[in-house]
Structures are given as C-alpha cells and as structure tokens.
C-alpha cells in the first residue's frame, strides 16, 4: 500500500477484502488452504503462524473469528459437520475474508457467516468442498464463486451467488457505531430534511418530540414542552442520531464562547461550502451576507470573548448575519467548537462536610450548562452564585 494511503490500526477505516481463501483440515497434513483467490496472497509462513485460531478447538467452532497478523486481519466462521463418511467422523472448514490490518471489517462478519452457512449445506448435500473426485469444472467452480464474491462486494457491495438450484445473495451492510449519551443540556438538530420522513415511520412518542426539536430546545426543555417523560426523550434522540437524523450541539446562549479549529480552512477553499454556508447563516434569502463578514466573525471567536462581546463588535443584524444560524452551522460542520466551563470547589477537606448541593456540583467534571439543567438555574443566576463563592475556581476548556 502507498505511504499516502495507509491507515492506522483502530483509525474506524472501512478498507477493501484483499483475498478470501478456504481452509480444510487434512486428516493428515493439519489445517491447509484448499483455495484462495488471488492466489497465494496469504503465504504460508503467514498461514502457519495463525492456523489454529483458522481451525480452532471445538468451543470456538460456529464464531465469528478475527485475527491480526503481520499486516493482515482474517475473519472466518470456522464450521465442523460431524459425519461418520468422513476421516475422524467429521469434516472441518473455515472461510475466511482477509483485509487490511487497519481496516474497519465488523461490516463483513454477517457475510463470512452466511456465505459459510451456504456451503455448508451445500457440503451436506452434494459434497460441494470434500469430494476428491469432481470434475475439471467442479475445480474451478469453487474459485470461479470466491472470485465473483471478491470483486462484486468491492465494487458494488451486494452479489448473487447462483450455484445449481440454489440463489444466494450477499450485501455488506454498513455496522453504525453506538450513538453518544444524550444529557439533559444536549441540544438535538435536525440534519436532513424532517419532511423526508412519513409520520407512520417513527413510533407514537418519537412523533410527539419531533415537533419540539428546532436545534435550540435542549432534551429537557424539550421533554417539558412535549410532555414526555425525561428517559423516553433522550431515548428518542439517541435513536434519532444512530439512524444519522439528528446531531447534539450545545445549547445557544449569548454568553457561550467559542473557538475556531483548523477545519475553517475548508471554508475558505471551497466554492460550494461557501454557497451552503451563506445560504444557511443568512437572515434575507433573497440578500445573502458577504463571505467576508461571515469569515470575519469566524475568525474572531477565540477564548475570552463571549458571542454577545461579537454581536456588540460586528452587529450581525446590520451584515445580514442570523448569529445563532451562524453559530449551528459552526458546530455542525465543526468550523468552531464550545468553550465549555467547569466550575471546581477548590476549598480544603475540612470543608468537604459542610458543601452545599450547588457545591457539589462543582466537581470539575459537570460543565455549566450541565450544572444549570440539574438546579434550574439560569446562567447568569449560575455565575452571580460562582462570583460569590471564593472556594469556586472556573476551568474553561
């Protein structure tokens, strides 16, 4: 693989298979690959060095099975049919996907699982893999299917596998990862239209919160408003961002700071991020901001100066500018990032005893708008509390 391409072991990459091989256990010789394509891609050192975990003891037969080693990752699902036609009253196989060590492959083990379920049966009934005496067509068959399977689920993601009577159909479905913890001061946005979805699509308390998300509402506020119990919203909101709905943001508030990343650089770049972005952040459609004015405020976000310090300083309202569209599509496309703050209870251990609940709170751990969500309090309620407080330090990161 070329420098510029490789990736790093756990990077979450989705890579290509690179070989799938069969491998049988000889009653004599041991484990061997009886067929590979392409071929000789997995050496035998290589082979050799993983071959019991490819045919493994009796308790790990029927897993899914992944190994790591030198530069490879193999997955299989390592089958015994027991039968007395058979040497050792029983016959042993394992089909096996290899790809990239780096590579992200949880996607392919339903495949490898059902791909060797199929030839399992096939085993069973016509001795498709065990038969010693097949014909010049029988021998390429089994390379001739690998093959079809390699490129197809590579090119297209899916293959239809037609062996006799018998259809077979394969797909590689995309495994999502577990979506975050929703909290109380999470703030869910819609990210793709809302009308595309029917009402009939979603269950009956999924379909009394839609309403109330506007990328403003926090779970909380929303959970009030929407009269549903706390537990079920942010349920409702975590089924929302595994099936890619919605995104959490913080919750907008004047006194937010944040900061620029690296990832402004883009918007500089890019045309057409730029044609999204104005369209987004405007306050007239039919007069976007300039691209300047945007960029500017932007790059004035830093630490220390409050989203109202920008109003005050830019007057947003006068550039066509919508501050809190400016600031979602910031945090969604993570052109800029919150500065949370951390309140932190820094008095001796002798006053651990006579802490109040707020103080409490202050453990460095609970940011401000987690801390307000928990007491009711307002922010600016939060931070006349903190003023007075000399036990109280604040941490902004």
């Known amino acids: ?28 010789a041991g484990p061997k690959i009886t067929c ?38 193999i997955t299989g699902f390592p089958v015994r049919i027991d039968n007395t036609k058979y040497a050792r009253n029983a ?34 009934e016509t001795g498709f893999l065990s038969n010693e005496n097949k014909t010049e067509n029988e021998k390429v068959r089994l390379p001739a299917i690998l093959k079809q399977i390699l490129e197809d689920l590579n090119c297209h993601k899916m293959t239809t ?32 239209d809302q009308n595309m979805y029917r009402e009939q699509q979603w269950d009956l308390t999924t379909q009394q919160v839609l309403p109330y998300i506007n990328g403003f509402n926090h779970v909380a506020k929303i959970a009030a408003e929407a009269d549903v119990e706390n537990n079920l919203v942010k349920a409702c909101v975590q089924n929302l961002v595994y099936y890619g709905a919605v995104k959490l943001i913080p919750i907008f508030q004047y006194c937010n700071v944040y900061a620029a990343t690296p990832e402004l650089r883009y918007l500089a ?17 039919s007069n976007p901001p300039n691209l300047r004015d945007v960029f500017m405020m932007y790059c004035s976000m830093t630490h220390g100066t409050t989203l109202r310090d920008l109003c005050v300083r830019f007057n947003p309202q006068a550039l066509r500018i919508d501050e809190r569209k400016l600031v979602q599509f910031g945090l969604l496309h993570k052109l800029i990032r919150r500065v949370h703050k951390y ?45 007075c407080n000399p036990g109280v330090t604040v941490i902004w990161k």
């Open 36 to 73: 590979q394509v392409p071929e000789e891609y997995v050496s035998k050192e290589i082979f050799d060095a993983v071959s019991v975990y490819i045919i493994p003891k009796p308790q790990l037969q029927r897993s899914i099975l992944t190994v790591n080693v030198l530069g490879y990752k």
């Open 269 to 285: 770049g890019s045309k057409k991020f730029q044609e999204e972005c104005l369209l987004y952040v405007s306050k007239l459609d």
């Open 91 to 124: 016959y042993y196989f394992n089909l096996c996907f290899v790809c990239d060590a780096w590579a992200r492959t949880v996607q392919y083990e339903p495949v490898v699982k059902k791909l060797s379920e199929y030839l399992m049966t096939m085993e069973q």
């Open 343 to 387: 309140p932190v209870f820094v008095e001796g251990k002798s006053h651990l005893n006579h802490m109040t609940p707020l103080e409490q709170a202050f453990s460095g751990l609970a940011s401000s708008d987690e801390i307000c969500c928990i007491t009711g309090l307002s922010s600016q309620q939060l931070d006349e509390e903190i003023e």
């Open 1 to 28: 693989m070329e420098e510029d391409t490789r990736y790093f072991e756990g990077c979450g990459h989705e890579g290509p298979i690179r070989c799938i091989f069969l491998c049988e256990f000889h009653p004599v």
């Open 161 to 192: 596998v037609i062996e006799g009577t018998t259809t077979m159909h394969l797909k590689v479905v995309k495994v999502a990862s577990d979506p975050p913890h929703v909290s109380d001061h999470h703030v869910p946005i819609f990210i793709v």
